[in-house]
């Protein structure tokens, strides 16, 4: 399985881009990169998926390097409501169990 | 419904006691897993289960652990002699496994107090 590592925490204002970069050394060709966001007391939500170069939908955009062992969420003019707990996870439906690390707990301040 | 349900919301029980916790996940989803989160914590899996095929249980921690699955929909996570390192939130997740992507989408989980 592809460990990933993320930063424990980070800390924004409100209005600013926030990145957050998870590193997957040992992704497999078949692997898709997956980021879920996390209120208190929710279950995690879907929030983009990637495979390679750059994805962007109305929430977020990911940044995919050609080496794909690392992708970036990124976060336009985060507001206090982005407050939350950030996954990242690697692989696909062939394999069972997909791993969620601790993840980044990000804090935006007004 | 439109999302993945899970009941109780809450339990509080006493240790030594049995718990059932229930999943219904999104109408046609093929897959269901079961986590656990300590508080503060990330995301423990516990077991899955892809259609007919055998459940996945290399996450379950003890033998006091245990789910089913009936007719490929609801789901029951049981845990046994229940002890107060049991307490957590439960989640369950459902997803397509035919597609290759596997986006999980999950219930709002279950709080088991164990006193």
């Known amino acids: 399985l592809a460990k990933t590592t993320q930063p424990i925490s980070m800390d924004s204002y409100e209005g600013q881009e926030v990145n957050i970069t998870c590193s997957h050394n040992?992704?497999?060709?078949?692997?898709?990169i997956t980021w879920y966001q996390q209120f208190p007391s929710q279950g995690p939500r879907f929030i983009i998926q990637?495979?390679?170069t750059k994805v962007t939908n109305e929430v977020a955009s990911l940044f995919i390097p050609a080496d794909r062992k690392s992708s970036t969420l990124s976060l336009p003019r985060v507001s206090l409501s982005d407050t939350a707990v950030y996954y990242c996870?690697?692989?696909?439906?062939?394999?069972?169990?997909?791993?969620f690390g601790s993840g980044t707990r990000l804090q935006v301040q007004p | 419904g439109a999302g993945v349900s899970q009941s109780p919301s809450n339990k509080v029980t006493e240790k030594g006691k049995d718990v059932e916790l229930r999943c219904d996940p999104i109408?046609?989803?093929?897959?269901l897993y079961w986590y656990r989160q300590s508080l503060g914590q990330g995301l423990e899996f516990l077991i899955y289960f892809q259609g007919n095929s055998a459940p996945d249980k290399s996450g379950l921690p003890s033998d006091r652990f245990s789910a089913e699955r009936t007719g490929g929909s609801v789901s029951t996570l049981t845990i046994q002699r229940t002890q107060q390192e049991d307490s957590a939130v439960y989640l369950c997740?459902?997803?397509?496994?035919?597609?290759?992507?596997?986006?999980?989408?999950f219930g709002a989980g279950t709080r088991l107090s164990v006193l």
């Open positions: 040992n992704i497999a060709t078949n692997d898709y």
């Open positions: 997740a459902s997803s397509l496994d035919r597609v290759q992507t596997n986006i999980q989408y």
């Open positions: 990637g495979y390679k």
């Open positions: 996870l690697v692989g696909y439906t062939g394999r069972r169990a997909l791993t």
């Open positions: 109408s046609g989803h093929t897959a």
